[in-house]
């Protein structure tokens, strides 16, 4: 446990805060009078589009707690009371997380009286985002003795504040941002919120920067693939064409999702609709569909988390209400969009967005409209939302995260496409033009797709797909040529191929036996090396 | 545990009403519209008189008597004075410039127990009243908003955060009407200037987003552009 002098938490307030510091040294040259008053007074203006400084919390030395204390107590909140100060007294701190973003400090302070640590208490100071100041879900707190800490973190978890277990951590760095984690997920709809930069006004169209998702994830690659796209006008009336995209979404956990899903009235109606088309899909949606049976139901409040505990952690609890109360109305827009995404979140829709979605890539939408434009679905039905895209491909939120997960996919990715190019040679020289087609498309596909499709090695396996592709669907003798020369492409790509006995046939009609001989060095073409094997088969 | 309908028992609320330090006089009529007559920014005149300090030397100091008052008289109350000008068509509100880039509205903290309209007006005198020559009628009747501030930091939300049951600070903003012609003493470290409405909308950059959000706020109002 940390221990903090008096004079340490108060120094903030006094003297030593550098924030506000800062500030002030920064605009004092914008002013004509230096009043610092009105200096920090701007800056505190212009502190409301920033986002609030991570507290770091180094627990050891006397001068870093003091001025992390500064940080932490200056960017959240800073309600120490004079009462306090008492000459050489030392402070115990710890935080509790796992609060509702409604919990008042008047309910910790109700739980700590029922467990005799009043007395004891100094202080309390809620965590909040700078943007709007709703609490992140945890707090400081600092008492007199270490005991009481004691006493907290054995007691508390056992009450329930608001239908949840608080969580007592120690007052380390490492609690401090696992509670900021927790919180930052839910945060990421401000973050959409508040992206400053350009943004226009056209009536009720915004035209902004792009948003987090975005940011974050890896690119598709560039273009939107066509057999995965789940667009607006299909999730009514038809079936998502090509990958199978119910089972990805199973497995979605934390991730960004844009569109909240249907709730209440609409969704009895998309079930059946499902019914008929994606069998898979009613699974997932009867999840959800128990505590919205009518249309008063909560829209997955506090009582339909129970459903869905695992899936988030309790942090995100903090965003469900708001957006699930203003959503109520929005619901039959918003259920064309949610359709695919399962994610009773409410959670990440963000405060803003009602009934209007922010757009991702502007892949077919109408013209002109640039990323992040904050469009209504209904008025361009045929705009795709990035959140929908990404779900089904992607598996977790953030893009690759390590080299260990990088290469597996990449090395996924090197086996799908020559497995793909050897399929669909040997179908093509078989005579069967559409299925080698088709397997070249769902390799493509299947990359470009990937979190890792933005590497230039995916890149080019891509390149080498199509390149197949454009050659087996021009028809003639000169095919097998391209074939062999994208073979030998590929091969120099350090791509594992495969060639089948039938591809080779046709190569030794060609006479291409130079090229293999060139090749056979090449762990891929061992079986190559002899000209002789190849006539027997 | 949970009501029938599906949501969570809750309980007692953590506040009464949004705005606690006020009696809620549910049920009582009020019009659905409001008209207000404007007068022409060109009706007034500007004097100059000595410069008015602020009470804080700095940011620290602020809130430092911010936490030492609080703890004897409570949550801290500030009145704001909205005044309303027209020009072009538009309103514009006035506005006073400290420096190049920092804007306030005239007004400032309230005595202990201290009526708000009372104490508006006492500030407004201090602020923009003539020390020698015509007291200035300010005329307040409606009140536009209000601001918390949750924590001794500087910011303000237009709430009370759900997990604040006590706020440090609570801003009024106040609509003032003015006479038809007067003069006002502008203190020489303050310019006094009349802001249109598109300037302030969505431009919480630089003016903050109190005086930003004005626009919105008195949107509902009918303002009659009299010559």
Request: charged letters at 20%.
């Amino acid at each position: 446990m940390t221990d903090l002098t008096d004079d340490d938490l108060l120094d903030s307030f006094t003297g030593t805060a550098e924030l506000p510091a800062d500030e002030n040294e920064l605009l004092a040259d914008l002013k004509e009078e230096p009043d610092d008053l009105f200096d920090e007074a701007l800056g505190e203006e212009q502190n409301g589009k920033v986002e609030p400084a991570k507290p770091v919390v180094a627990p050891v030395v006397k001068e870093e707690v003091s001025a992390s204390a500064t940080r932490s107590l200056s960017s959240t909140n800073g309600s120490m009371t004079r009462k306090s100060e008492r000459s050489g007294e030392r402070k115990y701190c710890c935080y509790v997380g796992n609060i509702t973003w409604w919990t008042t400090d008047a309910d910790l302070r109700q739980a700590i009286v029922e467990m005799d640590l009043e007395p004891d208490l100094v202080d309390m100071k809620f965590f909040e985002n700078r943007t709007n100041g709703s609490s992140k879900g945890y707090a400081l707190m600092v008492f007199h003795s270490e005991d009481s800490v004691t006493k907290l973190t054995e007691g508390l978890p056992k009450r329930t504040i608001h239908n949840q277990q608080p969580m007592v951590l120690p007052y380390t760095k490492q609690s401090l941002a696992r509670l900021e984690e927790a919180s930052m997920k839910t945060m990421s709809s401000d973050g959409k919120r508040r992206q400053g930069g350009e943004i226009l006004n056209l009536g009720t169209i915004r035209i902004g920067p792009s948003m987090n998702q975005m940011n974050r994830g890896p690119t598709m690659g560039g273009n939107i693939v066509p057999t995965v796209k789940l667009t607006l006008p299909t999730l009514m009336g038809g079936r998502p064409p090509g990958v199978p995209a119910p089972q990805p979404l199973m497995s979605l956990v934390t991730g960004p999702p844009v569109a909240p899903p249907p709730q209440g009235p609409p969704r009895p109606l998309m079930n059946t609709n499902y019914q008929q088309q994606q069998p898979s899909m009613p699974q997932m949606n009867m999840q959800m569909q128990p505590p919205m049976m009518t249309n008063t139901a909560p829209p997955g409040m506090s009582a339909p988390p129970p459903l869905i505990p695992n899936m988030r952690p309790p942090g995100m609890q903090v965003n469900q209400q708001p957006p699930g109360m203003m959503q109520m109305q929005q619901m039959p827009q918003m259920g064309q969009m949610g359709q695919m995404n399962q994610m009773p979140p409410m959670a990440q829709m963000g405060m803003q967005n009602l009934g209007a979605v922010r757009i991702g890539l502007p892949s077919n939408g109408p013209p002109g409209i640039m990323p992040g434009a904050h469009i209504n679905p209904q008025v361009y039905p045929g705009y795709q939302q990035m959140g929908m895209q990404q779900h089904p491909m992607m598996q977790r939120p953030e893009g690759p995260t390590n080299d260990a997960e990088f290469e597996e996919i990449m090395s996924r990715n090197r086996t799908v496409s020559s497995s793909a190019i050897s399929r669909a040679v040997s179908d093509a020289s078989s005579g069967d033009i559409e299925g080698a087609i088709e397997t070249l498309l769902t390799a493509i596909s299947l990359i470009k797709s990937s979190k890792v499709s933005y590497d230039d090695r995916c890149k080019q396996l891509v390149t080498s797909l199509q390149d197949t592709l454009a050659g087996i669907e021009t028809k003639g003798s000169s095919r097998l040529v391209t074939v062999s020369a994208i073979v030998v492409r590929v091969a120099a790509a350090g791509t594992t191929v495969v060639i089948d006995s039938c591809a080779i046939d046709c190569v030794v009609e060609l006479n291409m036996c130079r090229f293999l001989s060139l090749l056979s060095p090449r762990p891929s073409l061992t079986p190559l090396r002899r000209p002789t094997h190849l006539s027997a088969s | 545990m949970v009501r029938e309908n599906g949501w969570p028992e809750t309980g007692e609320t953590a506040l009464r009403s949004s705005i606690p330090s006020q009696v809620a006089e549910l049920g009582k009529e009020c019009p659905l519209r409001r008209a207000l007559l404007l007068r022409h920014v060109g009706n007034y005149t500007f004097a100059t008189k000595d410069p008015q300090t602020e009470r804080d030397t700095s940011v620290q100091a602020r809130f430092q008597r911010m936490r030492e008052e609080y703890d004897v008289v409570g949550m801290r109350r500030s009145v704001e004075a909205v005044i309303v000008v027209h020009e072009h068509s538009l309103p514009h509100i006035l506005l006073l410039q400290i420096g190049t880039s920092f804007y306030k509205l005239p007004g400032g903290e309230l005595e202990q127990g201290e009526d708000e309209r009372k104490g508006l007006s006492r500030l407004l005198d201090e602020a923009l009243g003539n020390p020698e020559g015509d007291k200035t009628e300010w005329k307040i009747e409606d009140e536009i908003s209000n601001w918390w501030r949750p924590n001794f930091d500087p910011p303000r939300y237009p709430y009370i955060p759900a997990h604040c049951t006590k706020p440090k600070e609570q801003i009024k903003l106040l609509l003032v009407q003015l006479p038809e012609k007067a003069t006002f003493s502008v203190p020489r470290n303050y310019k006094l200037i009349a802001v249109p409405l598109y300037e302030l909308y969505d431009n919480s950059t630089c003016y903050g987003p109190l005086i930003s959000s004005l626009p919105t706020t008195l949107s509902r109002f009918n303002f009659v552009y009299s010559s």
